[in-house]
């Protein structure tokens, strides 16, 4: 059975630092990889989808990154900013099903 | 284009009562789902319709029923709730099914079973 785990569960930065989220999963098998944003109180947005072919996405002063044989992604925020602060997700489809596999997030605070 | 809509945002229902939570999506998606979201345990996903006329079960579909009314629209039924469905209920549609696209969120509703 598929698990996505993301560690640590909350993080603090201070402004303008670069910084790396962290998710791993158990089965390599997987179709693609995608990372969320959520604000709090609110539904999440789609931020970044890596195919299982693909090794990185980026969209402006993000980046993620894919490593299937190590089962892990990373997600890297450049120039960090207050209004980065939320909670990230991220979320496997696996290879066998097609069902969207989610961890539990990390907490971003940016500390101004 | 509104995205995805639910209603209502808010709910406390009695252990026993029934509710429908209500979604829809002006995207001319395929596919939409139903999650849930606990602290600590992540989103799970309780039924999904891959297309219209098409409704499945997910991880976690005991206690819940759905109707995928036309094209829009996906409503969840609890029958008869209990305080174990207390929860953050997400509604989600994309234009493929599964995680093949992008899915897209609405601003969830927020049950307490008292």
Known sequence: KQEVTQIPAALSVPEGENLVLNCSFTDSAIYNLQWFRQDPGKGLTSLLLIQSSQREQTSGRLNASLDKSSGRSTLYIAASQPGDSATYLCAVLGGATNKLIFGTGTLLAVQP | ?114
């Open chain 2, 1 to 114: 284009n509104a995205g995805v809509t639910q209603t209502p945002k808010f709910q406390v229902l009695k252990t026993g009562q029934s509710m429908t939570l209500q979604c829809a999506q002006d995207m001319n998606h395929n596919s939409m789902y139903w999650y849930r979201q606990d602290p600590g345990m992540g989103l799970r996903l309780i039924y999904y319709s891959a297309s219209e006329g098409t409704t499945d079960k997910g991880e976690v579909p005991n206690g819940y029923n759905v109707s995928r009314l036309n094209k829009r629209e996906f409503s969840l039924r609890l029958e008869s709730a209990a305080p174990s469905q207390t929860s953050v209920y997400f509604c989600a549609s994309s234009e493929a099914l599964g995680g093949q696209g992008f899915l897209y969120f609405g601003p969830g509703t927020r049950l307490t079973v008292t």
